[in-house]
C-alpha cells in the first residue's frame, strides 16, 4: 500500500536528468554528556535535477538513546505517506529505528541561492541520552544511519535517483551533561500560530457508515502541529425543534466542551445545526481556530427525530390513561363492593331491633 501511494506522487511532474543526491544527518555538536538531549537536522541537497519523493529508515542504539519527538514543521516535505506516530516514537527507543516517506508534489530542485534558512530540511529528530546506564558499560559514541534510503526523480516515471548519505556519530561525555536542551529553547522561541486552514464537510457510505464527518489540515513551519481540538456549538438564529425544547424543559442541556480531534472527525451533530469550530495547537501551544457554519441545517433527521418522541410521547400519556382507569375501576368496584355489604349489615341491623 506504501508503495503504491509513493508511486502517486511520481505522476504529473516534469522531465529532468537524474545527478546524484545527498541525504545527511547533522547536529548542532559532535559531544554530548550524560543527561543531554539534542536534534538531529535530515537535510537533503540536490545538484541539478528535482525530486519529488523522500524515503529512509533511521537507526539508532536501542535502549542506549532515546528518540523523544520527530518535527516536521519546516519540512520540504508537503504530502507524508509515513510519518512516525506519538506510539510509534515510544516504541522506537527499544526498537532503534523509525520510518519516515513523503513527497514533494511539483518536485524540489534544491535551495534557492542566497536563501540563508533551512529550506533544505527533511524533518528533525529529538535525541535524550539516558542520565545513567544500569547494567552495561557507557558506549563511547551513539551512531545514528540512515539506511535503505531512496530519492526519486521528478520526471513522471518514478525514476530512482543515485543517493549518497552522510551518517552522524556523536561522542559521548562520560560526565553529567550541562545542555539545557536545544529542543526545549527551539519550540520555546516559537511564538507564531499555526497557518489558517479551512474546515470541509463530507458524507461518504465507505466512511462512517455515510455520516457527516469533517477534514481539516493546517501547518506550523515552527514546531509542529502538536493537535487539534473540535467545539460543535449550538447554532445561532435557528428555530428549536420540539426535541430541544422538550429536552430544555426537563432538564439544563450542558456547555459544549473542546474535546481532542483527529481527521477526518465523525460529527455529533449529525442535524448539521451546529457552529463547528476547529483548533490547530502548536508544539508551544499557540493556537490557531477557524469554524464552519453549515448553511442548509439537515432538517429531515431532526423531524424524523421528533416524530418519534412525539409518538414515543403520546404512547406513554395512553399508557398513564389506561392504567388511571383501570385503578379508577378497581377503586369504584371496591367502594360499591363496601358500600353493599354497609348496607347489608344496616338492614340486619334494623331486622334484629323490630324483633327485640
Known amino acids: 500500500m506504501k508503495k503504491y501511494l509513493l508511486g502517486l506522487l511520481f505522476i504529473t511532474l516534469i522531465p529532468l536528468n537524474a545527478q546524484a543526491a545527498s541525504l545527511s544527518l547533522d547536529s548542532a555538536k559532535q559531544e554530548y554528556g550524560l543527561g543531554d538531549s539534542f536534534t538531529v537536522n535530515i537535510s537533503l541537497d540536490i545538484d541539478d535535477v528535482c525530486v519529488n519523493t523522500v524515503e529512509t529508515k533511521i537507526t539508532f542504539p536501542p535502549n542506549l538513546l532515546y528518540l523523544e519527538d520527530f518535527v516536521s514543521g519546516e519540512s520540504l516535505i508537503n504530502v507524508w505517506v509515513e510519518q512516525p506516530s506519538e506510539a510509534e516514537i515510544l516504541d522506537s527507543s527499544g526498537i532503534g529505528e523509525i520510518y519516515i516517506a513523503g513527497g514533494i508534489p511539483g518536485g524540489y530542485c534544491g535551495k534557492i541561492p542566497g536563501d540563508p534558512g533551512e529550506s533544505n530540511l527533511v524533518g528533525r529528530l529529538l535525541f535524550r541520552i539516558p542520565g545513567f546506564y544500569v547494567g552495561e558499560a557507557i558506549p563511547e559514541t551513539l551512531n545514528i544511519k540512515l539506511e535503505d534510503a531512496k530519492v526519486y526523480v521528478n520526471d513522471g516515471l518514478g525514476t530512482e535517483d543515485r543517493l549518497k548519505t552522510k551518517n552522524l556519530s556523536i561522542k559521548l561525555n562520560k560526565n553529567s551533561g550541562t545542555e539545557a536542551g536545544d529542543y526545549d529553547a527551539y519550540i520555546k522561541s516559537d511564538s507564531i500560530k499555526p497557518e489558517p486552514f479551512v474546515i470541509e464537510l463530507h458524507q461518504s457510505d465507505n466512511i462512517f457508515q455515510g455520516q457527516y464527518f469533517a477534514i481539516f489540515s493546517s501547518i506550523d513551519k515552527q514546531s509542529g502541529i502538536d493537535h487539534y481540538e473540535i467545539l460543535e456549538s449550538a ?122
Request: glycine residues 2%.
Open 235 to 356: 447554532k445561532q438564529n435557528v428555530e428549536k425543534t420540539l426535541t430541544e425544547k422538550l429536552i430544555e424543559f426537563f432538564k439544563e442541556s450542558p456547555e459544549a466542551e473542546w474535546e481532542i480531534a483527529k481527521t477526518p472527525q465523525l460529527l455529533k451533530d449529525q442535524s448539521l445545526r451546529s457552529i463547528i469550530r476547529v483548533k490547530a495547537v502548536d508544539r508551544a501551544g499557540n493556537e490557531r481556530s477557524v469554524e464552519y457554519i453549515p448553511e442548509k441545517p439537515n432538517t429531515a433527521k431532526v423531524v424524523d427525530f421528533d416524530y418519534l418522541i412525539i409518538g414515543a410521547a403520546v404512547l406513554i400519556l395512553l399508557i398513564i390513561a389506561f392504567l388511571v382507569f383501570i385503578f379508577a375501576r378497581y377503586i369504584y368496584r371496591k367502594l360499591k363492593s363496601m358500600k353493599a355489604v354497609e348496607e347489608e349489615m344496616d338492614e340486619t341491623e334494623d331486622l334484629e331491633n323490630k324483633q327485640q
